[in-house]
């Protein structure tokens, strides 16, 4: 964990989550927060990689309108913000997507340093979310 970057990424987070539909009119799901907690222990405890592509599957919008057994709100979003942090930053070429990227990094060696990257960025993410106000939106949809 790099506590400059962190902050320094902060700002960005705070644009990422306007730029891709997390927050809007200053405010956000507040289940977003368990999800970007959930993507970091997913990384810490299992790969990076698998943390991806796990959280990249956009959310399924079934027909009769049950939510069983998926999640309240789209997590492909939060992979989204990360991005676009880290295309912000100038970190990841504007081509690339998140996955191909760190596949590419593991490739080369680099695995720590990338995994690393995301997780601040995931943390900026976390720490942008306190600047909205957190609402729950269930009854919204």
Known sequence: MNKARIEGW?????????NV????????DKSYRSQIASFGASVIMGSLIAAIA??????????????????????????EAILNVLHSDGLIPETKTLYDWAR????AGRG??????????????????????????????
């Open 10 to 18: 902060i700002p960005l987070a705070y644009d990422a989550l306007k």
């Open 21 to 28: 539909g997390i927050a809007a009119n200053g405010s956000m």
């Open 54 to 79: 796990f959280f990249s599957k956009p959310q399924d919008n079934k027909e009769d309108g049950s939510k069983k057994n998926s999640p309240k709100v789209d997590r492909s979003k939060l992979i």
């Open 104 to 107: 590419d990094e593991r490739a």
């Open 112 to 141: 720590v340093p990338s995994r690393d990257a995301v997780l601040d960025a995931a943390i900026a993410l976390k720490l942008a979310m306190n600047l909205y106000q957190l609402d729950d939106r269930e009854g919204s949809k």
